[in-house]
């Protein structure tokens, strides 16, 4: 079992940034991919970024590609979104979910292969 838990989220004006921090526990947090996704009423959960295990591999969604950026510190079991110059549509839910790989430099991109979430923190972004 892992426990993750987002935090980090807020309200700010377009153009701002915000950090958002998800701290894991229970498990060896190496062994897990790492990905952070949004979701906003009636939608669907949907992937923002990807880390692999070492961090080594990241992917993201076109819409945060140059603005975002995900990190990950092993040695303190969390992992990291960057986000720059916010827009009105980043406005969501944003979870972070840990994905049990095999293979190191695997990174999933579908909301089905993430084993654990957190229970999401709000980002609010006003134009």
């Known amino acids: 079992q892992v426990q993750l838990v987002e935090s980090g989220g807020g309200l700010v004006q377009a153009g701002d940034s915000l950090r958002l921090s998800c701290a894991a526990s229970?498990?060896?947090?190496?062994?897990?991919?790492m990905g952070w996704f949004r979701q906003v009423p009636g939608k669907e959960r949907l992937i923002v970024a990807a880390?692999?295990?070492?961090?080594?591999?990241?992917h993201y969604s076109d819409s945060v590609k140059g603005r975002f950026t995900i990190t990950r510190d092993n040695a303190k079991s969390t992992v990291y979104l960057q986000m720059n110059n916010l827009k009105s549509e980043d406005t969501a839910v944003y979870y972070c979910?840990?994905?049990?790989?095999?293979?190191?430099?695997?990174?999933?991109?579908?909301?089905?292969?993430?084993?654990?979430w957190g229970q999401g923190t709000q980002v609010t972004v006003s134009s």
């Open positions: 229970g498990r060896t947090f190496s062994n897990y991919a």
């Open positions: 880390i692999s295990r070492s961090g080594a591999y990241t």
């Open positions: 979910g840990a994905d049990q790989t095999i293979l190191g430099s695997t990174i999933h991109t579908i909301r089905t292969s993430y084993n654990y």
